[in-house]
């Protein structure tokens, strides 16, 4: 009986035919190293761009800032970076223009609320998500009215909290939580019971709280002129006059880091000048 070889089937593929079956191997394997790249090299190019919008944004550029910001959330929009670093961009721009035009504000607030949001929504672990939705509904609440804080005060207290617990040395979230307890020590009967009518109770809040954590911030972030003038009213509603123009006195020698900044200085002199009588009569 003879022995018939059998030829492998791979051998009687036609050439095309073979080269068609191996080359859909390496196809498949460029297709798939060209989408990791791909992704990579779209997330580097993000973060690229997220760097060149805090250089904008520390320069006091808010306008390439939001250019830049913004950009990144056409390709990504729930890239919680960008989200919160929009909301402290639009609290920032709402901030640098006059207290005394609310309407002009206004629109850059409630932008704020809603990217700080958007970022908490696709990372709730980002400390500073929390911290700018916070600082978006105070400013917010403060540029509609008084009563409006008070109908915010449990959630910007929960978001202040949780800023913390993620982050326990965020110097913003601390600055903000003594402003807070600040006010809630400082508000009279008839906010009380505003209050207790639209939320059953207030947060706790204490000057000694207050003092507490303003001093922290200014230990963590020594550089940031709201903690200084944040902590002068403190020890102005205190009547601890003297060191109130101390601590006020500090600040003139901080830079100027936001637009607003300006016009804090400003008052940080008036401040100085009216509690430097005071002290003097």
Not at 156 to 185: C, T, Y
């Amino acid at each position: 009986m003879s022995c018939i070889t059998k030829t492998p089937a791979f051998i009687l593929l036609p050439p095309l035919i073979f080269c068609a079956v191996f080359s859909g191997f390496l196809t498949g394997a460029n297709v798939s190293y060209a989408s990791k790249f791909k992704k990579t090299s779209s997330r580097h190019d993000l973060s690229y761009t997220i760097g060149k919008a805090d250089k904008a944004f520390y320069a006091m550029n808010y306008e390439a800032a939001d250019s830049l910001y913004s950009s990144v959330l056409e390709t990504d929009p729930g890239n919680p970076d960008a989200n919160w670093k929009l909301a402290r961009l639009y609290v920032s721009m709402g901030e640098s223009l006059p207290p005394e035009k609310p309407e002009e504000r206004q629109p850059y607030y409630e932008k704020a609320v809603l990217h700080a949001e958007v970022s908490i929504k696709n990372n709730e672990n980002i400390a500073d998500g929390h911290t700018w939705l916070a600082a978006s509904l105070g400013v917010l609440a403060d540029n509609i009215g008084p009563r409006e804080k008070i109908k915010r005060a449990n959630i910007i207290k929960s978001e202040l909290d949780r800023a913390l617990e993620l982050n326990p040395h965020d110097d913003v979230a601390l600055s903000i939580l003594g402003s807070f307890n600040r006010e809630i020590a400082d508000m009279g009967w008839f906010e009380k019971v505003f209050a207790k009518t639209f939320l059953g109770s207030l947060p706790k809040g204490s000057q000694e709280e207050a003092e507490k954590m303003l001093k922290k911030a200014i230990a963590i972030n020594p550089r940031i002129i709201r903690h200084y003038h944040e902590l002068g009213k403190l020890y102005k509603d205190m009547k601890r006059y003297e060191e109130a123009v101390e601590v006020l006195n500090e600040a003139l020698n901080k830079p100027v880091l936001m637009k607003s900044d300006e016009r804090r200085l400003q008052n940080i002199r008036k401040m100085i000048k009216k509690l430097s009588k005071k002290i003097d009569g």
